[in-house]
């Protein structure tokens, strides 16, 4: 039996700004609450909101700790109270509303998943916050149907290239930006039919061309800013915008009247904040939906680099640098 040290190393946010503010520290390992379990965390992924966090724009939730890290993946060392579907030594997949960037976090059981079969666990690491996050709002909160043209933006991010692969696999057509060549031939490689270099394209033009003038059914975006009004440009009638981030600026000024016109939804979430039931839902979704297809190997977290825990500072600046594709993690 492995005994739980009572310390361990994590990742603190000394105060707000850029990611020099990272620093190792020790903390006592925390204690699995009802309903969670503690986690030996073998890999965390590094997120956008991480980011956010460390800037000091995006405060966790009232109670949960101020270790950034959103998604984990490891061995399960001990249970709370009213954990039933799990056992210790389990290998899973987590997703967390802060504390990965440590040795041990706990996690609430609803909020984690069995490790797909053949995957690492830097790899099974890189899947629950973009896939929570992909599922709910691309196929739940904007309904994608097999057959609907799907137009990502950032498709070389975390996101983008867990967005691509879905999309594709689930039988919609795929449009995708990206910033440079290199980053639209990956795309192209995970399942974008077209894609489009947004320095040197306009992609409102190539959403019509492709789709025959028609538009796109469903826009998954995460720039914001000017973009609104461009995105629902693209849209075709009975369209579906879906926001989850605003790299851009969260304003915007745009004309309502094609949004009447053709009858367009915008909606958008946020994950961090919801309910654990209603994340516990979403995870019942992709061990249905989505875990069988990467584990049949025709959908896998694209993974760009990793780096040590106390290399934290690093995995911030190549994230806020976008010189990456796919996902940064970090193992402790």
Not at 166 to 175: D, E, S, T
Request: overall charge neutral; proline content about 6%.
């Amino acid at each position: 039996m492995t005994v739980t040290p009572k310390t361990m190393t994590c990742i603190e946010i000394t105060e707000p700004g850029g990611p020099e503010v990272l620093r190792t520290a020790t903390r006592p390992v925390p204690k699995a609450g009802p309903g969670e379990v503690l986690i030996a965390v073998a890999a965390a992924g590094v997120n956008r909101p991480d980011c956010i966090q460390r800037q000091g724009h995006y405060a966790p939730p009232e109670g949960v700790t101020d270790i950034p890290g959103l998604e984990v993946a490891g061995e399960i060392v001990a249970l709370g109270a009213d954990v039933d579907d799990w056992k210790t030594g389990d290998k899973v997949a987590a997703l967390v509303a802060g504390g990965g960037y440590a040795d041990f976090a706990t996690a609430p059981a609803r909020q984690c998943l069995p490790i797909p079969e053949g995957l690492s666990m830097v790899e099974a690491a890189g899947l629950p916050e973009t896939f929570f996050t992909v599922w709910s709002n691309v196929f739940e909160r904007a309904a994608l149907k097999p057959g609907e043209t799907f137009l990502v933006h950032g498709g070389s991010s975390g996101i983008g290239t867990t967005a691509i692969q879905l999309a594709h696999k689930l039988g919609a057509r795929v449009i995708a930006t990206a910033g440079s060549a290199e980053k639209c031939r990956v795309c192209e490689e995970l399942g974008a039919e077209r894609t489009v270099n947004y320095k040197e394209q306009d992609f409102v033009e190539v959403a019509k061309d492709f789709t025959g003038g028609k538009g796109v059914n469903v826009i998954l975006d995460m720039v914001g800013g000017d973009y609104l009004a461009r995105n629902i440009k693209a849209l075709a009638v009975g369209g579906r915008h879906v926001s989850i981030a605003f790299l851009r600026g969260a304003k915007a000024e745009i004309n309502f009247m094609p949004v009447m016109l053709k009858r367009l939804t915008l909606t958008g979430s946020t994950l961090r904040p919801q309910p654990i039931e209603r994340k516990g839902e979403i995870a019942d979704a992709l061990l249905k939906n989505v875990w069988p297809l990467i584990g049949r190997g025709k959908i896998m977290p694209v993974i760009h680099t990793t780096f040590a825990l106390a290399e934290a500072q690093k995995a911030h600046e190549l994230m806020e640098s976008s010189q990456h594709i796919g996902k940064i993690m970090l193992e402790p």
